[in-house]
């Protein structure tokens, strides 16, 4: 009997050779094209950083949790995206293969790890697409209305279980499809519409800094935690989810032209842009207005209008529509990559796998995706998908933050074009600050995370512990 539970055990802690991995980016009909650039690679990290996090995050959490040190809250949060981040930095430019940290866990902790990250990151990126399109919704529905005059019919733009109910969620559903479509084209293609959109909204949070800036009245940032620091520590953890996009920049390493370069400048280029503007936002918003009336869902237009700025107002709508639409096509991005990469290994079916002999993308998962988001955008209310928080990524960035420790003992002469500095200071420290976003979390989302878990390691145990490639081979 402990020879078969000791078998089990290693079944389960076999992890994959990088070889291995390298060798099946290359196998022919499951392999990805390489048009990803440097630049590219940045913007689809600000495409899915800055979005709802700059637009709708700061007000909400200044008001409920942090008041000004919502600034410092920016701060905690970044600081634990930063040594997650370097460490993505590490593995991606080692092991630039699609699939992000479920590549990584599989590659350094075993099998059972890459499927938990990987599990958790399709319910992270699921979720999080389904609110964007909503939110999406509800700004295109208001814009609509300032702009042309026309009340879209409430029926066709709410959820039966809104406060407000309709039928369904029209828009929604018809931003997804369209950039369900646009990824099917082909990643070269969507990551220039994405640069695009970029452009747009980063002109658009300049103008509100440049507009504001000289309105800041330095009194109303005190007293700077009102809610205490436990305050700034819960609003830190709920802001964590405005960072999480440079996670979508490693699910597209394989993608990359020359990734052990792009790949760590694609990464902390994104993050530190999208720090720099979280916290001069933050700053602005809570020095201009105070704190405690910054609980709507468009704070940025807030303070323009307590400015007397109107007119701004309409400018700040189309780049929340823009970066929300940012958001959204990256989120749609990433999770087919994730999907594709374990369908590739057999964990999942191997029709998910399956790459288009023309745009070169993975189209079935892609479309998947799509198709699932698009008919949960139109019935979930915003506020329910709202409430499932960050903490399946949160594990997911520990697991990585170990792998690169793991690593270094154990495979030490692997080539590493990018190092993590102040080794292992920086690893530990993620693990540490990731694990306390964790235990900031209420304990709504550790239900339903450990439900989430469960279901997963059900549908492993009965397909993918058999069926994945390791298994058959053995």
């Given at each position: 009997?402990?020879?078969?539970?000791?078998?089990?055990?290693?079944?389960?802690?076999?992890?994959?050779?990088?070889?291995?991995?390298m060798a099946e980016t290359e196998a022919e009909g499951k392999r990805l094209r390489k048009t990803l650039r440097v630049w590219d690679l940045i913007a689809i990290g600000i495409g899915c950083i800055i979005g709802v996090g700059i637009f709708v995050l700061p007000g909400v959490q200044a008001a409920k949790n942090a008041g000004p040190g919502i600034m410092l809250s920016f701060a905690i949060a970044a600081a634990a995206c930063a040594c997650s981040a370097l460490c993505y930095a590490e593995l991606a430019a080692m092991?630039?293969?699609?699939?992000?940290?479920?590549?990584?866990?599989?590659?350094?902790?075993?099998?059972?790890?890459?499927?938990?990250?990987?599990?958790?990151?399709?319910?992270?990126?699921?979720?999080?697409?389904?609110?964007?399109?909503?939110?999406?919704?509800?700004?295109?529905?208001?814009?609509?209305?300032?702009?042309?005059?026309?009340?879209?019919?409430?029926?066709?733009?709410?959820?039966?279980?809104?406060?407000?109910?309709?039928?369904?969620?029209?828009?929604?559903?018809?931003?997804?499809?369209?950039?369900?479509?646009?990824?099917?084209?082909?990643?070269?293609?969507?990551?220039?519409?994405?640069?695009?959109?970029?452009?747009?909204?980063?002109?658009?949070?300049?103008?509100?800094?440049?507009?504001?800036?000289?309105?800041?009245?330095?009194?109303?940032?005190?007293?700077?935690?009102?809610?205490?620091?436990?305050?700034?520590?819960?609003?830190?953890?709920?802001?964590?989810?405005?960072?999480?996009?440079?996670?979508?920049?490693?699910?597209?390493?394989?993608?990359?032209?020359?990734?052990?370069?792009?790949?760590?400048?694609?990464?902390?280029?994104?993050?530190?842009?999208?720090?720099?503007?979280?916290?001069?936002?933050?700053?602005?918003?809570?020095?201009?207005?105070?704190?405690?009336?910054?609980?709507?869902?468009?704070?940025?237009?807030?303070?323009?209008?307590?400015?007397?700025?109107?007119?701004?107002?309409?400018?700040?709508?189309?780049?929340?529509?823009?970066?929300?639409?940012?958001?959204?096509?990256?989120?749609?991005?990433?999770?087919?990559?994730?999907?594709?990469?374990?369908?590739?290994?057999?964990?999942?079916?191997?029709?998910?796998?399956?790459?288009?002999?023309?745009?070169?993308?993975?189209?079935?998962?892609?479309?998947?995706?799509?198709?699932?988001?698009?008919?949960?955008?139109?019935?979930?209310?915003?506020?329910?998908?709202?409430?499932?928080?960050?903490?399946?990524?949160?594990?997911?960035?520990?697991?990585?933050?170990?792998?690169?420790?793991?690593?270094?003992?154990?495979?030490?002469?692997?080539?590493?074009?990018?190092?993590?500095?102040?080794?292992?200071?920086?690893?530990?420290?993620?693990?540490?600050?990731?694990?306390?976003?964790?235990?900031?979390?209420?304990?709504?989302?550790?239900?339903?995370?450990?439900?989430?878990?469960?279901?997963?390691?059900?549908?492993?145990?009965?397909?993918?512990?058999?069926?994945?490639?390791?298994?058959?081979?053995?």
């Open positions: 009997m402990s020879g078969n539970r000791g078998g089990l055990f290693s079944s389960l802690m076999r992890t994959k050779p990088l070889g291995q991995l092991i630039p293969v699609a699939g992000s940290a479920y590549t990584y866990g599989y590659a350094t902790l075993g099998e059972i790890f890459a499927w938990v990250i990987g599990w958790d990151l399709i319910l992270e990126y699921m979720v999080a697409a389904i609110l964007v399109s909503t939110g999406w919704s509800a700004y295109f529905v208001n814009l609509f209305q300032n702009a042309f005059g026309l009340a879209l019919p409430p029926e066709l733009t709410a959820s039966p279980w809104d406060k407000a109910p309709g039928l369904f969620n029209l828009p929604a559903v018809a931003i997804v499809l369209l950039l369900m479509f646009l990824l099917v084209r082909g990643i070269k293609e969507s990551s220039r519409v994405n640069l695009g959109i970029v452009m747009v909204k980063l002109a658009v949070i300049l103008f509100f800094i440049v507009a504001a800036f000289g309105h800041v009245d330095p009194a109303k940032w005190h007293p700077f935690m009102p809610f205490g620091f436990s305050g700034v520590m819960r609003a830190a953890a709920i802001v964590f989810l405005a960072y999480v996009g440079f996670d979508a920049v490693s699910t597209t390493a394989e993608e990359a032209v020359n990734p052990q370069r792009d790949m760590p400048l694609g990464i902390m280029g994104s993050l530190a842009i999208a720090t720099v503007l979280y916290m001069a936002v933050a700053a602005i918003m809570t020095g201009i207005v105070p704190y405690q009336e910054l609980g709507v869902a468009d704070p940025i237009a807030l303070v323009l209008n307590v400015l007397k700025m109107p007119w701004a107002s309409a400018v700040i709508s189309v780049g929340a529509l823009a970066g929300i639409t940012s958001v959204l096509l990256v989120l749609m991005m990433g999770q087919p990559r994730i999907i594709f990469s374990m369908s590739r290994d057999g964990l999942l079916p191997s029709a998910l796998s399956r790459v288009h002999a023309r745009f070169g993308t993975p189209y079935l998962s892609t479309l998947m995706t799509g198709l699932i988001v698009a008919a949960a955008a139109a019935f979930t209310p915003i506020d329910v998908s709202s409430e499932l928080c960050s903490i399946g990524t949160l594990f997911a960035f520990m697991i990585v933050c170990a792998g690169v420790i793991v690593l270094r003992y154990t495979r030490k002469d692997i080539s590493r074009p990018f190092k993590v500095p102040l080794f292992p200071l920086l690893p530990a420290l993620g693990i540490v600050l990731c694990g306390y976003l964790m235990a900031s979390l209420p304990a709504t989302a550790w239900l339903r995370f450990i439900i989430w878990l469960g279901i997963g390691l059900v549908i492993y145990a009965a397909y993918g512990f058999s069926n994945n490639r390791l298994a058959r081979a053995s």
